[in-house]
């Protein structure tokens, strides 16, 4: 039994020294020492990166792993016999994929993932740009590798195993292990699984990926592969551009409204877990659950016929700091190779001389946001293991939101960086199963909307305190809407009604902003009351701006969409090809614009 454990043991080791020592390689292939990174660098790389490493040789383990559990009821068992085929499969796999992302990063910058497959149609132009000569070096060197990986595989695994005494007891014992095995290969026992955020830990873009297993990336990517730029195809080409024309204005346009009192206030964005106007009174929602902000609402820049995108935190959020549609089959959060291309409001932020970071009560590697933050301009992440194993279980989903605000206030009151800066926090008190330390209203879901809602009056109103309220910008908006009462179909607009209000001492005077609009445009709205470029944002609208001349908002929900302006909502089904609500009447302009929109994105997501 101890032979056993002890070659899967050294095999599951055994692969992942070699994925560890195959990052420095790639780090001097691709210029570290010109990029001026030293040892300390390749120990972070290494020591961030072993989790990722980690979980793709408990892949690779697996298959020897069930062999080895079969053996136990045979007397001679041929190990090394059986796997020798596999190992040299493995061995190519690894070989192969290391050497093609090695020589192809110097190319493309960034991990290779299931684009490559676009390529092998027109093997002679993917190959235009290298000689001979290149090639054939890096073919021998997958082959070198190759025997080298076989050898040292076959050398650790013993030609028979033999028949164990107990096998009722030498099973369970292995089962045991097999359960050890599930955990790396999931990457632990929390919400998010093995993904390839959780590697990121640098501003350093090359830093983050020189620590991402090329296997992983390539065979993570392979399931979310799509073909995007095909995937709706509704209109010819010339008739869908004369239906998006001039729906998303490409040019940076004069802010006609000038709401704040300074253009380089410091901005602090609190993004609300599901925060949708079915609980906020003055868009129409139910009364006494939200007495806070309807109170703050008076206060500030109330945009009272804002619209979310989509319908996820991983969405939302991408919607909301890139100013990118939501997508109704896809996140781009998911697809690093995707996100990482997308403009961001710390982006353009950072540019000017902001600092930036954020902060989340929850597990940051979840659907890859933390890849997305890092890419998309946050200089510094605060997350649930930066808080005590007693705030990290205080909610379902990491530390609750009056802690999160407590430690944001703790954080404003005691700056003292010089220059603006940028804050992004993202709640998660209001959010299944509702447990909240707050019980105001007998219905647990809006209580915890209540609670959210109360944690946020406090913190403005401490906040109003502090020197830091005179030059702020706070802007609250949720990542989506909510689905509440759960009667009718919850792709209607009134579950993506949300509110968006802007606060501080940098905002001039109260006012409220009664027309169309989507959660995607505060990002070219904010920049451009900063008087910063925002062209990059294709599908964000500065509505206080000169260019916003025909208010509308589009959402996307589970292979749907709805196109909202001031004739009406059309929801339209992809599923079944259907219109699912029109309202007041049927309106075939609505509705074509809608999918114009919808093919638009995916041609736009496709070409990234």
Excluded at 36 to 51: E, K, L, N, P, T
Excluded at 546 to 564: L, T, V
Aim: charged content about 20%.
């Amino acid at each position: 039994m101890k032979k056993r454990i002890a070659y899967i043991s050294l095999y599951f080791f055994t692969v992942l020294l070699i994925f560890i020592l195959q990052k420095p390689l790639f780090m001097l292939y691709n210029g570290s020492i010109e990029k001026g990174f030293g040892f300390a660098d390749y120990m972070q790389v290494m020591i961030h990166g072993a989790s990722l490493d980690a979980a793709t040789a408990g892949y690779l383990t697996a298959f020897p792993f069930l062999l080895v559990l079969i053996s136990i009821w045979f007397r001679k068992f041929p190990l090394k016999k059986i796997l020798y085929g596999y190992y040299i499969l493995a061995a190519a796999l690894i070989s192969i994929i290391f050497v093609v992302d090695m020589a192809l990063y110097t190319f493309w910058g960034f991990k290779l993932d299931a684009s490559v497959f676009l390529y092998i149609d027109s093997p002679k132009e993917a190959l235009a740009s290298v000689s001979v000569g290149f090639i054939l070096l890096r073919i021998l060197a997958i082959l070198l590798l190759i025997a080298l990986n076989c050898w040292v595989l076959l050398k650790i695994t013993p030609s028979v195993l033999t028949a164990t005494r107990k096998r009722i007891a030498g099973t369970a014992g292995m089962l045991l292990l097999g359960g050890v095995l599930f955990i790396i290969i999931r990457g632990g026992v929390t919400e998010s699984t093995s993904n390839i955020g959780q590697v990121y830990f640098s501003n350093e873009p090359f830093l983050n990926h020189s620590a991402v297993n090329p296997d992983f990336s390539l065979l993570s990517s392979m399931g979310k592969s799509q073909d995007f730029a095909s995937e709706f195809n509704f209109f010819d080409e010339e008739k869908r551009a004369a239906l998006f024309d001039g729906l998303y204005p490409t040019t940076d346009g004069d802010s006609i409204i000038q709401v704040l009192n300074t253009k380089r206030p410091n901005i602090l964005i609190i993004l609300m877990e599901g925060f949708g106007g079915a609980f906020v009174e003055p868009l129409g929602g139910l009364p006494d659950v939200t007495p806070h902000f309807n109170r703050l609402s008076k206060e500030g820049i109330f945009f009272t016929n804002c619209y979310a995108n989509s319908f996820r935190t991983d969405r939302g959020t991408v919607c909301t700091f890139s100013g990118y549609l939501g997508l109704p089959t896809a996140s781009v959060m998911k697809i690093p190779a995707k996100s990482r291309t997308l403009p961001a409001i710390a982006e353009g932020l950072s540019k000017v001389g902001y600092k930036t970071d954020f902060l989340y009560g929850g597990d940051i590697n979840f659907t890859n946001m933390k890849s997305y933050l890092l890419s998309t301009g946050y200089q510094r992440l605060t997350a649930n293991t930066d808080f005590s194993l007693a705030e990290q279980t205080s909610n379902a989903w990491g530390v609750n939101d009056d802690i999160t605000f407590e430690y944001l206030y703790n954080q404003l009151r005691n700056r003292k960086e010089e220059g603006p800066w940028h804050t992004a926090f993202l709640t998660l008190s209001s959010h299944e199963p509702f447990e909240v330390p707050y019980h105001r209203l007998e219905d647990k879901i809006p209580n915890a909307f209540a609670y959210t809602d109360e944690c946020l009056g406090k913190f403005i109103d401490r906040l109003k305190q502090t020197p830091a309220w005179k030059d702020l910008l706070v802007i609250c908006l949720p990542d989506h809407g909510f689905y509440y009462p759960r009667e009718g179909s919850n792709a209607m607009p009134r579950f993506y009604h949300i509110p968006l209000l802007w606060l501080g001492g940098a905002v001039k005077q109260p006012m409220q902003v009664d027309k169309i609009m989507n959660q995607t445009d505060l990002a070219a709205t904010l920049l451009g009351q900063l008087g910063l470029e925002h062209t990059a944002f294709t599908f964000s609208r500065n509505v206080l701006g000169s260019d916003y001349k025909y208010p509308f908002a589009f959402y996307s929900f589970n292979n749907g969409f709805s196109f909202r302006d001031s004739t009406g909502v059309t929801v339209f089904d992809n599923n079944s090809g259907s219109i699912l609500f029109d309202e007041p009447e049927a309106d075939e302009s609505r509705l074509d614009k809608g999918k114009a929109i919808l093919q638009t994105v995916y041609d736009d997501l496709g070409n990234r």
